[in-house]
């Protein structure tokens, strides 16, 4: 990987129990800092394999992560697709 190289990262959610969540919270970490967010802010959900949503990236700038994906639900069975873009750094 080079620096500003462009990274998509894609993380798929599966609730595999039985109950809804609610207000459910994803959140992801940046480990050394080896990329930067992308200036649009945004990622994309889909549920299920439906739709796509763009909706603004939520930056955590304090504790262990860097980035926060609030759901109001996630349904039993229900598949979540998140995915973002970031930049290499040098």
Do not use: C, W
């Not at 992560?65 to 639900?73: I, L």
């Not at 979540?80 to 750094?89: D, E, G, P, S």
């Amino acid at each position: 990987m080079q620096t500003d190289a462009k990274v998509r990262v894609e993380i798929i959610l599966k609730n595999t129990t039985t109950k809804t969540f609610k207000d459910a919270v994803y959140l992801d970490s940046n480990d050394g800092k080896l990329f930067r967010g992308e200036e649009e802010g945004i990622y994309t959900l889909s549920r299920n394999g439906g739709e796509e949503e763009q909706l603004p990236l939520k930056y955590i700038t304090e504790g262990d992560f860097d980035y926060g994906f609030d759901f109001a639900s996630i349904a039993p069975g229900e598949t979540l697709k998140i995915r973002y873009m970031v930049t290499a750094t040098p």
